[in-house]
């Protein structure tokens, strides 16, 4: 299958066999080993990466069906010297342990911002209609696709209210 | 995953000539892509319809029509469902995940398949899964299983939130055919219980192309959705509740109940409704709503619970929407 990814703002040639997952694409045949594999069911939230926008797990997708599509993995958010502000308040505020869920958990923040910029509501909003703090509970809530396995969520809803620039110290 | 030619369809009459001929339609791939992977399921061929033209959602007949690849997250904040039908929005908030709900189509949540774990287990006998070997859940771990409706063969419940939420709004399927014909089916209509098939879950003929859903007029009154699970987030429900409730005074006026969770499809009992409409919103009432659903309960050991907390479920949104509190 030939399929034309643009990762990162670049155009990517890919053949591989129809079976390839977006995550294994990445991984395994473009080199990009920043998003990782959790579950591989789409339960972990490990490889999460942005598609047009939106944040999905790149596990439970195939690469020939984004053909075309504009793909962001965390490589593309900042790298070590201009890091994006979700990745510099995670070092700040120590958002990880193992750090293996740390670029499912970035990428899935920044889009999750833009869904609350949005207005789009969660379940635990009091009201489907308005605007919405990032409270704990909120924060929680929309990150619940990503799964921390040394359980430093803590930490993760600091730095994601700290970029969101709703840390109140 | 075993291997498979995969096809984009480029219209409609495309993507149904494909699945007539055997292909298995992909949408958001977030349930057929797992059971694949699995070898659960083994297609030949996928048919991708992801670029066909059913992403919008527009206003027909006072009601909306809701394309077969909206997604989710895109359903669930649009502005027309959040005001006049919370109960959709709040149904599909509470499914799956952020990432998923992106993904997730609204003919795939619907034809989504059950989370039985002998269903996911190929070592495992399983009638659903393959046709006359037996179900492991009869003498087998329980928890996520139905109360009501299912039978000596399969007793897996239908896992979807949105469609519970779409049954009490008397939703319609509309589906493609092969031939080029368009028919409408009532969600009331769609699922079909395990009886001796259980391998045959809904009233879809090979070929077959889900467009879109069609919600009647925005009803009159109240809508919650309420779930139970086994944790708050991301967890499939142990029973849930979608309700819809008109009042007039102290007397309930309409209303329409449906359940997730207990069942092998979102569940509405016309006696039970019986029961609440027209009556009092009491005390009284509530528990003999409660006593018509459950009377055919058929639980095993591990679902037990399900009996008295579908109960407690159903009273707390009746209390919720009438605006009582008479538990
Ligand atoms: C970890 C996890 C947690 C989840 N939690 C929940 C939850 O709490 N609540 C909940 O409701 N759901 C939950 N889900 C399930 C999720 O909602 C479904 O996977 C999703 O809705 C399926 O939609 P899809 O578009 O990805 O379907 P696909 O996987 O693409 O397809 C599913 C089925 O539908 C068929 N199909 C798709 N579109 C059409 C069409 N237009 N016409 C005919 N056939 C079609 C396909 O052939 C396939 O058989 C969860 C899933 C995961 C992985
Ligand atoms: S309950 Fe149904 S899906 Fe589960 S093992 Fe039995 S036959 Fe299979
Ligand atoms: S690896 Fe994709 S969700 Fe776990
Ligand atoms: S930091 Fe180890 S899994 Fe999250």
């Known amino acids: ?169 | 995953m075993k291997p498979f030619d995969y096809i984009r369809a480029e219209d409609t009459g495309h993507a149904t000539s494909a699945a007539g001929q055997g292909a298995t339609i992909i949408a958001g791939g977030t349930n057929l892509l797992d059971l694949m992977k699995l070898e659960v399921l083994q297609p030949d061929a996928l048919i991708d319809i992801n670029r066909l033209d059913l992403k919008q959602i527009t206003e027909a007949d006072g009601g909306l029509r809701i394309g077969a690849l909206v997604t989710n997250s895109d359903l669930a904040a649009d502005m027309r469902v959040r005001t006049d039908y919370p109960v959709l929005s709040e149904a599909l908030l509470a499914g799956a995940s952020g990432q998923l709900r992106n993904k997730a189509t609204t003919a795939g949540n619907l034809l989504q398949r059950t989370r039985c774990y002998y269903f996911y287990d190929t070592a495992m006998p399983c009638n659903k899964r393959e046709p006359g070997t037996g179900c492991q859940a009869m003498e087998g771990a329980t928890r996520l299983h139905a109360i009501l409706g299912g039978s000596d063969q399969c007793i897996a419940t239908h896992p979807s939130d949105m469609a519970v939420a779409m049954r009490a709004l008397a939703a319609v399927v509309e589906i493609e055919a092969a031939n080029g014909e368009t028919r409408h089916v009532p969600l009331s209509d769609f699922y079909l219980l395990p009886g001796d098939t259980p391998h045959i879950e809904n009233v879809l003929r090979k070929g077959d192309l889900i467009t879109a859903v069609i919600l009647p007029a925005a009803p009159k009154g109240a809508q919650t959705y309420r779930k139970v699970r086994d944790r708050a987030s991301y967890a499939f429900a142990m029973v849930s509740v979608a309700a819809r409730i008109e009042m007039d005074g102290d007397t309930v006026k309409d209303a329409a109940l449906a359940f997730g969770g207990i069942a092998p499809q979102p569940w509405r009992d016309a006696d039970a409704e019986n029961a609440l409409i027209g009556k009092p919103a009491t005390k009284e009432t509530f528990n003999a709503v409660a006593d018509i659903l459950l009377k055919n309960a058929d639980p095993k050991k591990d679902n037990a619970f399900k009996v008295p907390l579908a109960r407690r479920t159903l009273i707390a949104t009746l209390n919720e929407l009438c605006g009582k509190d008479v538990a």
């Open chain 1, 1 to 169: 299958m030939k399929t034309s990814l643009k990762i990162n703002g670049e155009v990517h040639d890919l053949d591989a066999d129809s079976r390839t997952t977006l995550l294994d694409a990445l991984r395994n045949h473009l080199d990009l080993t920043g998003t990782k594999k959790g579950c591989d069911h789409g339960q972990c939230g490990a490889c999460t990466v942005i598609v047009n926008g939106r944040r999905i797990n790149s596990c439970l997708s195939l690469a020939c069906m984004h053909d075309g599509d504009e793909i962001t993995t965390i490589e593309g958010l900042g790298q070590p010297g201009n890091l994006s502000d979700l990745q510099a308040a995670f070092v700040k505020h120590d958002g990880y342990q193992c750090g293996y869920c740390t670029p499912g958990q970035i990428c899935s923040a920044t889009a999750m911002l833009q869904e609350v910029k949005d207005g789009w509501p969660s379940h635990v909003s009091d009201s489907l209609t308005g605007t919405y703090d990032l409270t704990e509970a909120e924060i929680s809530e929309r990150m619940s696709g990503n799964l921390c396995r040394c359980a430093a969520y803590p930490n993760i809803v600091d730095a994601i209210r700290d970029a969101a620039g709703k840390v109140q110290s």
